[in-house]
């Protein structure tokens, strides 16, 4: 089993409909959770990062955090075809006070006019 | 631009050759981290530099390569007797010791022939 699991996708959703990508996470001690999105050929560029159980918007991005099924969500509302790029989730499994990031494969979201 | 800068951005090389790649953190940021990532999978840790010193090393990190960061600002990563298996993108993070999130720069993409 892999420490941070995602559905590599694609998924396709119509533009201006919302996109949820999910991810779970093997180790029950991870603290913090993060979401990147990346485009094709580029570098991950971060979107949003929660610790706490329950929800955190950021403008059009909501992401959900429910550690004791050990599930991490972002939801996507208006989706444009600009958001169209893998979403990586990752988990900190640092100690000692730094990071190590631990990501998913991605999920491919496509989004069609 | 303040962002992490990579360089180079591209690297081809031959088996066998070694390589070298650079990065620049954002200025204020004592944490750097290396990554890579293989076509349709996530960044994979590599290390961890807190200031000069490395921190973490991962298992994925094999004698070939090493890593420095001599004077706590850029680091540098070679790869010696580069093998086919090599081939990948190699992404430079950093952050700032108040905060978890990592902030990634382009990338070096490596080709070994």
């Not at chain 1, 959770?33 to 929800?55: A, T």
């Not at chain 1, 491919?108 to 006019?113: D, F, G, K, M």
Request: proline fraction near 5%; charge should be positive; hydrophobic fraction near 30%.
């Amino acid at each position: 089993q892999k420490e941070v699991e995602q559905n590599s996708g694609p998924l396709s959703v119509p533009e201006g409909a919302i996109a949820s990508l999910n991810c779970t996470y093997s180790d029950r001690g991870s603290q913090s959770f993060f979401w990147y999105r990346q485009y094709s050929g580029k570098s991950p560029e971060l979107i949003m990062f929660i610790y706490s159980n329950g929800d955190k918007e950021d403008g059009r991005f909501t992401a959900q955090l429910n550690k004791a099924s050990q599930y991490v969500s972002l939801l996507i509302r208006d989706s444009q075809p600009s958001d169209s790029a893998t979403y990586l989730c990752a988990v900190n499994r640092g100690s000692g006070g730094y990071n190590k990031l631990i990501f998913g494969a991605g999920t491919r979201l496509a989004v069609h006019p | 631009d303040t962002g992490v800068s990579q360089n180079p951005r591209h690297k081809i090389t031959k088996r066998g050759q070694n390589v070298t790649f650079r990065c620049d953190p954002i200025s204020e940021h004592n944490r750097l981290y290396w990554y890579r990532q293989t076509l349709g999978q996530g960044p994979e840790f590599l290390t961890y530099f807190q200031n000069e010193a490395q921190l973490e090393k991962s298992r994925l990190l094999s004698d070939r390569f090493s890593a420095e960061r001599p004077k706590g600002s850029f680091s540098t990563l070679e790869i010696q007797r580069t093998e086919q298996g090599d081939s990948a993108m190699y992404l430079c993070a950093s952050s700032p010791s108040s905060q978890e999130t990592q902030y990634f720069g382009p990338g070096t993409r490596l080709l070994v022939l």
